[in-house]
């Protein structure tokens, strides 16, 4: 699905349709000090989720513009503009002086005259970006997921409670939960439908994903900052930068109760190639619930194996399905339902409340639950590279920083090895 996304001019063509723009536009009633006729948008991270985005974010107000581009590799401008030029034209005003190259681009697109930020870099450099966004008093569209390691987490829990204070809208890019049919299920769950939930099981197995073999002139740092996938310090692992989408439907599950402790277990079968990085190809999970439910999480990337992106809750009353391959979306037992209202685009979805929330001066504020859910991720991460049984206190107390502040491609890349459970040690 999210290699699907990336290729950008498909995602032309593929823009023109979903849900319509809000109903309700009240340009007089913007935020103190918006701009009250035209929103500026600025894009950090132009590849392929990040001109999604801003594909998105101009098809959800008739009054929106793209301002600014913030990239470290230039050569995405022009693939960027090109996809989102041909379906928005003039919405699209970035003049040369309002591309910005570099590790510090980021910075200069928050200072560049912008109301919107969309954040779509590697996760490693999320904390960071939403800080700088958030201190400047700008709305914001955060990309999934939100960090890599729990000082990152505790980073973006403190910011979520500042972008409170300044009254500005910090939306997720967890897209599910803006998807009307898990939004009625995942509801009903919620509201008892199910009875008590005791446990669920959840899936992201999925085939492999692009790469790029090492050219001419890239140092190790260029190399792993355009393979960001395979490297933890930049992505979290799979688990964490993919199959956190199934991890944060669980949690949805659940109500949001954070889980007292995770064990389990992943590895390195078949994407072993050092083309790869040192992340997993596959993990396996089970989170301990206060109540004494348990979830079961499961997630590969590996060729030619069994495909499952599903949700299945289990209640004192019956079972809930929530799959993400198909439209399956059902209760049985005492209560027994099925979805059968609309299927809207979730992506446009999420941009379309954005904007909404801005011209109505109702701010959204998804930062603590898109904070745990992506701390639930790592926590299982951080179970499986162990070996060890890791309580939900210990999880998010843990010191260990995967890398430090990228700020020039002099830098030395951070040093990388395989996890060895029982070998590797938790911080």
Same mark, same amino acid.
């Given at each position: 699905?999210? $290699?699907?996304?990336?290729?950008?001019?498909?995602?032309?063509?593929?823009?023109?349709?979903?849900?319509?723009?809000?109903?309700?536009?009240?340009?007089?009633?913007?935020?103190?000090?918006?701009?009250?006729? $035209?929103?500026?948008?600025?894009?950090?991270?132009?590849?392929?989720?990040?001109?999604?985005?801003?594909?998105?974010?101009?098809?959800?107000?008739?009054?929106?513009?793209?301002?600014?581009?913030?990239?470290?590799?230039?050569?995405?401008? !022009?693939?960027?503009?090109?996809?989102?030029?041909?379906?928005?034209?003039?919405?699209?005003?970035?003049?040369?002086?309002?591309?910005?190259?570099?590790?510090?681009?980021?910075?200069?697109?928050?200072?560049?005259?912008?109301?919107?930020?969309?954040?779509?870099?590697? #996760?490693?450099?999320? #904390?960071?970006?939403?800080?700088?966004?958030?201190?400047?008093?700008?709305?914001?569209?955060?990309?999934?997921?939100?960090?890599?390691?729990?000082?990152?987490?505790?980073?973006?829990?403190?910011?979520?409670?500042?972008?409170? =204070?300044?009254?500005?809208?910090?939306?997720?890019?967890?897209?599910?939960?803006?998807?009307?049919?898990?939004?009625?299920?995942?509801?009903?769950?919620?509201?008892?439908?199910?009875? =008590?939930?005791?446990?669920?099981?959840?899936?992201?197995?999925?085939?492999?994903?692009?790469?790029? #073999?090492?050219?001419?002139?890239?140092?190790?740092?260029?190399? /792993?900052?355009? !393979?960001?996938?395979?490297?933890?310090?930049?992505?979290?692992? +799979?688990? *964490?930068?993919?199959?956190?989408?199934?991890?944060?439907?669980?949690?949805?599950?659940?109500?949001?109760?954070?889980?007292?402790?995770?064990?389990? $277990?992943?590895?390195? /079968?078949?994407?072993?190639?050092?083309?790869?990085?040192?992340?997993?190809? +596959?993990?396996?999970?089970?989170?301990? @619930?206060?109540?004494?439910?348990?979830?079961?999480?499961?997630?590969? /990337? /590996?060729?030619?194996? =069994?495909?499952? @992106?599903?949700?299945?809750?289990?209640?004192?009353?019956?079972?809930?399905?929530?799959?993400?391959?198909? &439209?399956?979306?059902?209760?049985?037992?005492?209560?027994?339902?099925?979805?059968?209202?609309?299927?809207?685009?979730?992506?446009?979805? =999420?941009? !379309?409340?954005?904007?909404?929330?801005?011209?109505?001066?109702?701010?959204?504020?998804?930062?603590?639950? %898109?904070? !745990?859910?992506? %701390?639930?991720?790592?926590?299982?991460? %951080?179970?499986?590279? $162990?070996?060890?049984?890791?309580?939900?206190?210990?999880?998010?107390?843990?010191?260990? *920083?995967?890398? &430090?502040?990228?700020?020039?491609?002099?830098?030395?890349? &951070?040093?990388?090895?395989?996890?060895?459970?029982?070998?590797? #040690?938790?911080?």
């Amino acid at each position: 699905m999210n $290699t699907t996304r990336r290729e950008v001019l498909k995602l032309a063509g593929a823009a023109l349709a979903g849900t319509a723009f809000p109903s309700i536009i009240i340009p007089n009633k913007a935020f103190a000090g918006m701009n009250s006729e $035209t929103l500026k948008v600025g894009l950090i991270g132009c590849g392929g989720r990040g001109s999604g985005a801003a594909m998105q974010a101009l098809k959800a107000d008739p009054n929106v513009v793209l301002y600014a581009l913030g990239e470290i590799f230039p050569e995405r401008f !022009n693939t960027c503009l090109e996809g989102l030029r041909k379906v928005h034209g003039d919405k699209v005003q970035v003049d040369e002086g309002r591309k910005f190259v570099g590790f510090d681009a980021y910075q200069k697109v928050i200072d560049s005259g912008v109301d919107v930020v969309l954040l779509a870099t590697p #996760p490693h450099f999320r #904390p960071l970006h939403l800080e700088a966004a958030i201190k400047a008093g700008k709305h914001i569209f955060c990309e999934k997921p939100v960090a890599v390691d729990a000082p990152g987490i505790r980073k973006v829990l403190e910011l979520a409670k500042l972008a409170k =204070e300044k009254n500005v809208s910090l939306v997720s890019g967890f897209c599910w939960r803006f998807h009307e049919p898990k939004r009625a299920v995942f509801g009903k769950i919620n509201e008892g439908a199910i009875g =008590e939930v005791m446990s669920i099981y959840n899936t992201y197995n999925t085939g492999g994903a692009w790469s790029f #073999p090492r050219q001419e002139g890239w140092n190790d740092l260029q190399f /792993q900052l355009r !393979n960001w996938m395979y490297y933890t310090w930049l992505a979290g692992d +799979h688990i *964490v930068e993919q199959a956190v989408h199934s991890i944060d439907m669980m949690s949805w599950a659940m109500g949001d109760v954070l889980p007292v402790s995770a064990v389990g $277990t992943g590895g390195r /079968q078949v994407r072993v190639d050092p083309l790869y990085g040192h992340i997993y190809d +596959h993990f396996a999970i089970t989170y301990d @619930y206060p109540n004494g439910a348990k979830g079961f999480h499961f997630s590969r /990337q /590996q060729e030619n194996c =069994e495909r499952s @992106y599903l949700v299945e809750t289990f209640g004192t009353k019956g079972r809930a399905m929530a799959n993400c391959s198909r &439209p399956t979306h059902k209760i049985e037992g005492a209560n027994p339902w099925e979805y059968s209202g609309a299927q809207n685009d979730m992506y446009q979805t =999420e941009h !379309n409340e954005l904007f909404a929330s801005i011209r109505n001066s109702k701010p959204i504020n998804n930062g603590e639950w %898109m904070a !745990n859910s992506t %701390m639930l991720a790592i926590m299982g991460r %951080m179970a499986a590279y $162990t070996g060890k049984k890791i309580t939900w206190d210990e999880a998010i107390k843990s010191n260990e *920083v995967l890398a &430090p502040d990228i700020t020039s491609w002099d830098m030395p890349a &951070p040093k990388v090895e395989v996890a060895r459970p029982g070998f590797t #040690p938790f911080f």
